[in-house]
């Protein structure tokens, strides 16, 4: 299996850049076992690589959400161990679909930065079609979804084609919704009903203010984790035992 340290390395300072916070942050958010510890090279400089940075992009999510730094380690802790950059990302992007819906305008030149490297035209339509971003009517502006654009941008180099991926999100989309809709049923009837009828129990508000503060994050963990298992299984059955698709090398 293939691990990070294969693919390209970043110093600390590189890491920082790329993820757009402070090495300070990047040290502290080691010391508490936020991130994994770099591979420490030649003269005893420390590299990163893609798990780092999807990490801190998941930490940065967990935070705009409004959890504190202790139930962020709570989180993290909860997740599956040897989870890969691919899988944080995935995580990065559902917890990152609960927050109310934000765009921002910039043009080719920070877009490139922020996704690490030059991007096309036909890169350009594949995030658009992946809803990462929207062309404007200047040339060279763009309404980008910064929550998806680092999941994006690793989805490019994957041999699937224009319309492929737009049915795929099609399918993810409907299959979201359907499930936002059942659960949030779920909760009305079994959840917020008996609440409404028992709201003058100091006790049970408490309780309810408690679920509604961190359901959330948990319901995004237990979907993540669920869709994983499934597809796994699904690509088990369709392609072997191996549950990789044709070509790929093993997992």
Same mark, same amino acid.
């Given at each position: 299996?293939?691990?990070?340290?294969?693919?390209?390395?970043?110093?600390?300072?590189?890491?920082?850049?790329?993820?757009?916070?402070?090495?300070?942050?990047?040290?502290?958010? =080691?010391?508490?076992?936020?991130?994994?510890?770099?591979?420490?090279?030649?003269?005893?400089?420390?590299?990163?690589?893609?798990? #780092?940075?999807?990490?801190?992009?998941?930490?940065?999510?967990?935070? #705009?959400?409004?959890?504190?730094?202790?139930?962020?380690?709570?989180? !993290?802790?909860?997740?599956?161990?040897?989870?890969?950059?691919?899988?944080?990302?995935?995580?990065?992007?559902?917890?990152?679909?609960?927050?109310?819906?934000?765009?921002?305008?910039?043009?080719? &030149?920070?877009?490139?930065? &922020?996704?690490?490297?030059?991007?096309?035209?036909?890169?350009?339509?594949?995030?658009?079609?992946?809803?990462? !971003?929207?062309?404007?009517?200047?040339?060279?502006?763009? &309404?980008?979804?910064?929550? !998806?654009?680092?999941?994006?941008?690793?989805?490019?180099?994957?041999? %699937?084609?224009?319309?492929? %991926?737009?049915?795929?999100?099609?399918?993810?989309?409907?299959? $979201?919704?359907?499930? $936002?809709?059942?659960?949030?049923?779920?909760?009305?009837?079994?959840?917020?009903?008996?609440?409404?009828?028992?709201?003058?129990?100091?006790? #049970?508000?408490?309780?309810?203010?408690?679920?509604?503060?961190?359901?959330?994050?948990?319901?995004?963990?237990?979907?993540?984790?669920?869709?994983?298992?499934?597809?796994?299984?699904?690509?088990?059955?369709?392609?072997?035992?191996? =549950?990789?698709?044709?070509?790929? &090398?093993?997992?």
């Amino acid at each position: 299996m293939a691990t990070e340290t294969e693919g390209p390395t970043l110093t600390v300072d590189e890491l920082a850049a790329r993820a757009g916070v402070t090495v300070r942050t990047i040290r502290f958010y =080691g010391t508490r076992g936020l991130l994994p510890p770099p591979r420490i090279g030649p003269r005893r400089v420390g590299h990163y690589g893609a798990e #780092h940075l999807s990490r801190l992009a998941l930490i940065e999510e967990l935070q #705009h959400q409004g959890m504190t730094l202790a139930a962020i380690e709570r989180y !993290l802790e909860q997740l599956p161990p040897g989870l890969s950059a691919q899988d944080l990302a995935i995580h990065r992007a559902l917890v990152a679909s609960w927050a109310p819906e934000s765009s921002e305008e910039t043009c080719l &030149r920070e877009l490139e930065r &922020r996704a690490g490297r030059p991007l096309s035209e036909q890169d350009i339509d594949r995030l658009a079609a992946m809803g990462v !971003l929207e062309r404007t009517a200047a040339p060279d502006v763009f &309404r980008l979804d910064g929550g !998806l654009l680092r999941l994006g941008v690793e989805l490019l180099d994957v041999p %699937i084609a224009h319309e492929t %991926i737009l049915a795929s999100r099609t399918v993810l989309l409907e299959h $979201a919704r359907s499930a $936002a809709q059942q659960l949030t049923r779920l909760f009305r009837d079994e959840v917020w009903g008996p609440y409404r009828e028992r709201e003058s129990d100091p006790d #049970h508000v408490a309780a309810m203010k408690s679920l509604s503060a961190h359901m959330q994050p948990m319901v995004v963990q237990a979907l993540v984790t669920a869709f994983q298992r499934s597809l796994r299984e699904e690509l088990r059955a369709a392609f072997g035992s191996g =549950g990789g698709m044709p070509g790929s &090398r093993p997992g």
